[in-house]
């Protein structure tokens, strides 16, 4: 088998760095979106919708681990209004 090396010019190279820098730009703007949501005082149902909160869900228990950690049992209440 014959192998042969590419060789990265510097304008790939500087393409690749500059759609990194995009992605992590759009991934940062995101994740200051989700933060924002998070702080305000918007509705359990946009909450849901955008992936940070379960509705319906409720505290079954609570119990202290090893090492003082505290272990919270969820529990699906259907039958809760929003």
């Known amino acids: 088998m014959i192998f042969r090396s590419t060789m990265t010019t510097e304008a790939q190279l ?3 760095i500059a759609r990194q820098r995009t ?3 759009k991934e940062r703007d995101a994740e200051v979106e989700r933060s924002s949501l998070l702080l ?3 509705g359990t149902k946009l ?3 955008k992936g940070l909160s379960l509705g319906g869900l409720g505290v079954s228990s609570i119990n202290i681990g090893l090492g ?3 272990y919270v049992h969820g529990k699906i209440f259907p039958n809760i209004i929003h």
Do not use: H, I, P
């Open 40 to 42: 305000s005082n918007c």
């Open 23 to 25: 992605l992590l730009a």
């Open 47 to 49: 909450l849901e919708q």
């Open 14 to 16: 500087t393409a690749f």
């Open 68 to 70: 003082g950690k505290t």
